[in-house]
């Protein structure tokens, strides 16, 4: 990719560095802060007690199991829900800001004076999001092998790395999802309110339908269960994990870049 081409990766990425700038910061401070307090953790049992002492299936919801040990402890403070709440929020963020957001505001109509195609406009925008979420996994990830290392927190960098991977690509999925939206309904409103709510929705039922047997079944339809029900912080991920969270997420963007180019540009 070269010249004209590079420039419509290039463009969107300039627009939100500063935005991926302060997103990585705080993705940082997060996991150095939590991870900052295991030694201290570590040395005390009363926390890791009184959660042993919860009924065992709002332990296994919050992701609490074993909270004592270092995958318990990254489990229960980041990996259950922090961490990939983050990572999708940003990804919807960011699809949204360079998608709907410009067009909501005029700002594409000046890209499509020139002579480019609409759909590698679109499709420009949707890789440039991409980036600077990959950016924000691999500054998560340098901060939280960094962290384990300084406090001497042991735990199986492949599985960490799996469980990044994940969260990487549950943002990715629901990223791939506001893709779709803005390219049929160019609405930062719609943009936002679907995403978020798939994404809110997915996360209450992985999280607390497991607490109803008559909910139970209906929690593995959330794409927050294909990602963690497996356990990756103690369990090797099975390759259908990673095959039904990108899959999907690559159909939904193509759908919304070719859905793009079928329709009118709305003005401002």
């Not at 005390?44 to 959660?51: D, E, K, L, M, Y």
């Not at 499709?123 to 939280?144: F, H, K, N, P, S």
């Amino acid at each position: 990719m070269s010249g004209p081409s590079a420039e419509l990766v290039l463009a969107p990425l300039r627009s939100i560095r500063r935005a991926t700038i302060i997103w990585g910061v705080a993705l940082a401070v997060l996991v150095a802060a939590t991870v900052s307090v295991w030694p201290a953790f570590k040395s005390g049992s009363g926390v890791s007690q009184a959660i042993d002492q919860l009924p065992q299936g709002v332990v296994q919801a919050f992701g609490l199991e074993g909270f004592g040990t270092p995958a318990g402890f990254l489990r229960g403070n980041l990996y259950a829900f922090f961490i990939p709440l983050l990572l999708v929020g940003v990804a919807i963020y960011f699809v949204s800001s360079l998608t709907a957001g410009e067009e909501d505001a005029g700002r594409l109509e000046l890209v499509f004076a020139q002579p480019v195609p609409r759909r590698a406009v679109f499709a420009g925008r949707a890789v440039a999001a991409l980036a600077c979420l990959a950016v924000l996994v691999v500054v998560t990830a340098l901060v939280q092998w960094g962290a384990d290392a300084h406090v001497h927190l042991s735990i199986n960098g492949g599985r960490l790395g799996a469980t990044l991977a994940l969260s990487a690509l549950l943002a990715l999925f629901h990223g791939g999802l506001a893709v779709a939206v803005a390219g049929f309904r160019p609405r930062t409103s719609v943009v936002l309110g679907i995403a978020f709510v798939v994404a809110i929705t997915g996360m209450v039922a992985a999280l607390l339908f497991p607490l109803s047997a008559a909910l139970k079944p209906f929690a593995h339809l959330s794409p927050w269960d294909w990602a963690f029900a497996g356990d990756p912080l103690v369990n090797a991920t099975a390759p259908w994990r990673y095959l039904v969270l990108a899959l999907p997420a690559v159909a939904m963007a193509l759908f919304g870049i070719w859905a793009f180019g079928r329709r009118d540009i709305r003005a401002a």
